[in-house]
């Protein structure tokens, strides 16, 4: 399996609290990713980075912001966390990008309360 | 037009069928094209890339069709570890290539029964 840890794994939060969820990879892939699943939505792609501090919105980035300070680490925040951000949040990373594949991790449970 | 549609399913099938999913895309200059595995409460994980020339895996079939813009996955002889959701997948975006996005399929979900 490819090196990604997400942490936490599971997270209850309060609306209005600031959240940052962690990705790490050992791989040394370039690019790594942020996405949201919700039912009836699918995995929807939040943030990405293609390399360090080289990131780009995705298709539901309001309220999100993210930082990519080494190879290795991606970061998600919600400044002010809302009760339509509870989600299960998936990290992936790629080695070159949309044309291979994305190895996802494990996964973190958000519940915004 | 959304950008990936699949089949909505929920599949029930018995064992040892073969079940067809497809799924068409909407954006005529994507590159690369993948089925994922998505079983309950984990991660996505890739079953197998779709060519052009279509490829096989064991029991499992892709096929892609450009012109049309529809890519197919066939599952024969299924076994109850066949259940999960599947997903589509599908290049795309403003710059194409690397720095395009993956798009998923919401999923067409597979119960395998005995």
């Known amino acids: 399996d490819a090196g990604i840890t997400q942490s936490p794994r599971h997270k209850v939060t309060e609306t209005g609290t600031p959240v940052t969820l962690r990705c790490h990879q050992t791989e040394n892939h370039r690019y790594m990713y942020w996405y949201r699943q919700d039912p009836g939505h699918g995995l929807r792609l939040i943030h990405y980075?293609?390399?360090?501090?080289?990131?780009d919105k995705g298709e539901v980035s309001d309220g999100y912001s993210v930082s990519r300070s080494k190879t290795e680490d991606f970061l998600l925040t919600l400044e002010s966390a809302t009760s339509s951000q509870t989600s299960v949040y998936f990290c992936a990373i790629s080695e070159q990008g949309s044309v291979t594949e994305a190895f996802f991790g494990q996964g973190t449970r958000l519940t915004v309360v | 037009r959304k950008e990936v549609e699949q089949d909505p399913g929920p599949f029930n099938v018995p064992e040892g069928a073969t079940v067809a999913f497809n799924c068409t895309y909407s954006?005529?200059?994507?590159?690369?094209f993948f089925w994922y595995r998505q079983d309950c409460r984990k991660e996505p994980k890739l079953l197998m890339s779709?060519?052009?020339s279509g490829n096989e895996d064991g029991r499992f079939t892709a096929q892609l069709n450009r012109a049309s813009q529809y890519i197919s996955l066939l599952i024969r002889d299924s076994k109850l570890s066949d259940s999960a959701t599947y997903l589509c997948?599908?290049?795309?975006?403003?710059?194409?290539?690397?720095?395009?996005?993956?798009?998923f399929g919401k999923g067409t979900k597979l119960s395998v029964k005995p």
């Open positions: 779709v060519y052009s």
């Open positions: 980075s293609y390399g360090v501090k080289d990131t």
């Open positions: 997948v599908v290049n795309c975006g403003r710059y194409g290539g690397s720095q395009g996005n993956l798009i």
């Open positions: 954006n005529s200059a994507s590159q690369s």
